[in-house]
């Protein structure tokens, strides 16, 4: 089975890139009435302690989220996020951080739907924990399956009200997870031309990264957004996350301007040494 565990990661400068896109998203959607789904192929436990062991023993968030804390004047798409993060937490202290699942539960109508994909026995134990302790109301929302999400989101596309969000956020621990990546992009597309599909990576030195990422822009006839955020320089050893990117397909217009304006203040308040870089692109149809 596989080692990774979100909760160690939890808020760290990947999940501020990847949660602040995904919230922009969501409110986007939330402008209209018509009901959405929203999937989520690689979930986690949904919201996680950073007071807990886990998240104490490698402390990434005070390298992401705990930086952009307690700064004022952030522009729209970080001040947002971060003042989600906040409604969380009490008295103003970060203790609580919400995974991807989370910020989707939170911010869905009752009539809007969340599918969930965990094949990690631990997560999925403390997800479906984590779900049931909501009102009855919220939890019949929400469907979780315990398979492979890569296979599983083909199940579900199209989406009954025919809008719906795909994020795909693979570990890529496992090489083959970029190819598994391009396939379920290209096969969701046949099937759900039309959806949000948010694509997360971690920029480490893998050729897998690159020519993923070629792929994608190459991809005919359609919209996309691409972040990215690099917050130190690679490591001279090859190994090791030095930052990430979010690839959006048919993204809301407004989401290329609104990281426009916050990718800057990522670039300048989350850099670890003076290689930090932050870039967006953009492809309209």
């Known amino acids: 089975m596989f080692s990774y565990r979100h909760a160690f990661h939890a808020g760290n400068h990947a999940d501020v890139l990847k949660h602040a896109v995904l919230l922009h998203i969501l409110e986007y959607y939330n402008r209209k009435e018509a009901p959405y789904w929203v999937i989520d192929t690689h979930a986690g436990a949904g919201v996680y302690d950073l007071t807990d062991a886990w998240a104490e023993k490698t402390a990434e968030f005070r390298d992401g989220i705990e930086r952009l804390w307690l700064q004022p004047e952030l522009p729209a798409l970080l001040a947002d996020y971060i003042e989600h993060v906040r409604q969380l937490n009490d008295h103003g202290a970060l203790n609580v951080y919400p995974g991807s699942p989370w910020i989707a539960l939170q911010m869905m109508r009752p009539a809007d739907r969340l599918r969930l994909f965990e094949l990690h026995s631990t997560e999925i134990t403390h997800l479906d924990e984590n779900i049931h302790m909501q009102s009855r109301d919220i939890a019949r929302q929400v469907s979780i399956f315990e398979k492979d999400g890569f296979t599983g989101l083909l199940s579900q596309l199209p989406p009954a009200p025919r809008r719906g969000i795909i994020l795909i956020d693979p570990s890529y621990e496992d090489k083959n997870d970029y190819r598994h990546t391009l396939t379920a992009i290209r096969e969701g597309l046949k099937r759900f031309a ?64 609104a990281l426009r304006e916050a990718m800057p203040v990522l670039e300048s308040r989350l850099a670890q040494d003076d290689q930090a870089q932050a870039t967006v692109m953009h492809q309209d149809k």
């Open 194 to 257: 039309t959806g949000c599909f948010a694509v997360w990576y971690p920029l480490v030195r893998r050729k897998e990264v690159h020519d993923m990422i070629k792929q994608l822009e190459k991809l005919a006839d359609v919209s996309w957004v691409h972040a990215r955020l690099a917050v130190k320089r690679p490591p001279d050893n090859g190994y090791g996350l030095y930052g990430s990117g979010m690839f959006v397909i048919n993204p809301p217009y407004t989401l290329a301007a």
